[in-house]
């Protein structure tokens, strides 16, 4: 077969056994990187012509023919091939159909080493960027919701007992913070992910004169990587988004999980639409939360993608091991269900009905405000120690009496402590509230002003 010379041979043309081939090939998720393999072999022909290590003119066919070849991925009529293992081996294989011998030269001074590790680092960096920019998302929404209910009382929770009151813009902006830190995680991955691996060749670097900053700078990396060895064998940058997304999950399954609670007829802090319900097939009553469950149920999967990928590079000699490919289904997984999930959220909270009635009068019928009675006598004098003992007492008739604190008389009060006087009855959650006046508190104007912080910073990252 004469004609074989200028082809891609195949693996299996090389005597692959077939079901070696099936188990190995990953062309059906590797598709997912054609573009930055693509927009990478066009870098690398251009480098290539520019340096004299190419004719210009076979750079000219192959950044025409990887242009039409990406075309042709977009309009979904691409010949993929399973013979042909990987994204790469098909795109170099097609480029051959269309320009011929020249098609040959693009792979100088590269090794399939080197161009999958700066693909998925193109993919990671674009995931971070997409990532940073969902969360802001979220974070506006949670923004909104919490100025639309800016006057609304809950009572905060410790080991999900009624603590003290807290206004709900508050525990909004609680979930504001957790987000800025998922985006400062995704900021740091993508910052130690922003190097160009090309250049390394299957590991010990390449015989020709590359110029290795053109080919950075074409492709929006700051630098370039400064050991062949560690640029084909590693993937921390994976390791690292992986990590940034579970940490991320993790924070929306708690969001998730409160909402799942709040909704439930026992807390009636909120309702969900029925744009966002199911109901049952047996109960005619139910408005199930499902979004809310499944982002708290995806979790899990984000947590095996992390675990996945650290065991896998754990045994790893240096340099670059076929073990390496299995980077690639955790790590889209990750990011499709990171993604989805804040996007449903973000439309999810603007929807939610908030009952701020029900919130504050949970807050004002339980001994949520025991702490301030505590507080009060320390006021006039009294220890702390002392006093919580005393308001423990009282808390204890307050529930033997199945009364709350605001049903009990001055006389009552006075059987704890001859401090109490008439102004213990105004204490209210209103007083509560209004009474946590420093900063990162719940005061009203402590939480104005952190709503309008917050504001700003997310203008200033913008
Ligand atoms: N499909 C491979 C991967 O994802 C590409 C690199 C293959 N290199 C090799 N020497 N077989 O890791």
Not at 105 to 116: E, F, K, V
Not at 172 to 185: I, K, N, P, Q, T
Not at 283 to 297: S, T
Not at 302 to 328: F, H, V
């Amino acid at each position: 077969m004469p004609e074989q010379k200028d082809r891609i041979e195949s693996p299996t043309a090389r005597g692959l056994d077939e079901r070696a081939l099936k188990y190995s090939a990953s062309i059906a998720y590797d598709r997912r990187l054609y573009r930055h393999d693509i927009a990478a072999s066009i870098a690398h022909a251009r480098m290539l012509a520019k340096q004299g290590i190419i004719p210009g003119d076979d750079a000219h066919s192959i950044l025409r023919g990887l242009g039409e070849i990406r075309e042709e991925i977009e309009r979904g009529e691409f010949p993929f091939r399973e013979e042909l293992e990987d994204i790469h081996l098909n795109i170099e294989a097609r480029l051959q159909e269309k320009i011929g011998e020249a098609a040959g030269r693009l792979h100088t001074a590269r090794s399939r080493n080197d161009q999958i590790a700066t693909d998925m680092r193109l993919f990671v960096i674009e995931a971070c960027d997409d990532a940073v920019a969902s969360i802001r998302r979220l974070q506006t929404a949670l923004l909104d919701l919490a100025e639309a209910n800016q006057n609304a009382v809950m009572p905060g929770y410790t080991h999900l007992q009624r603590a003290q009151p807290v206004l709900f813009a508050h525990h909004l902006l609680a979930y504001f913070e957790m987000l800025d830190r998922d985006s400062g995680r995704f900021l740091d991955c993508r910052s130690r992910a922003d190097e160009l691996p090309l250049g390394a060749g299957a590991l010990a670097g390449v015989p020709y004169p590359l110029d290795r900053e053109f080919v950075a700078s074409e492709l929006g990396f700051s630098r370039v990587s400064r050991n062949s060895i560690d640029a084909v064998a590693d993937r921390d940058f994976v390791v690292e988004f992986q990590a940034a997304a579970a940490a991320a999950m993790m924070h929306l399954s708690r969001l998730a999980e409160e909402i799942v609670l709040w909704s439930s007829d026992e807390f009636g802090f909120l309702r969900l639409p029925v744009t966002f319900t199911t109901g049952s097939s047996i109960m005619p009553q139910k408005r199930n939360p499902d979004v809310a469950e499944l982002a708290r149920g995806r979790t899990g999967r984000a947590y095996g993608n992390l675990i996945a990928i650290l065991t896998m590079l754990k045994g790893l000699p240096l340099a670059y091991n076929r073990d390496l490919q299995e980077d690639k289904q955790p790590l889209f997984d990750t990011v499709d269900t990171l993604l989805a999930t804040l996007e449903v959220l973000t439309a999810l909270l603007p929807a939610l009905e908030v009952r701020s009635e029900r919130m504050e009068s949970a807050a004002a019928e339980s001994y949520a405000l025991a702490t301030d009675v505590a507080d009060y006598l320390v006021r006039k004098g009294m220890p702390f120690r002392e006093a919580h003992q005393a308001v423990a007492d009282l808390v204890r008739y307050a529930e033997g009496e199945g009364k709350s604190l605001r049903g009990l008389s001055l006389e009552e009060y006075r059987r704890f402590s001859p401090l109490f006087e008439h102004d213990v009855l105004a204490l209210d959650v209103r007083a509560s509230v209004a009474a946590r006046d420093v900063p990162g508190g719940t005061a009203p104007s402590r939480v104005a002003e952190a709503l309008k912080l917050a504001r700003e910073r997310l203008r200033d990252e913008a």
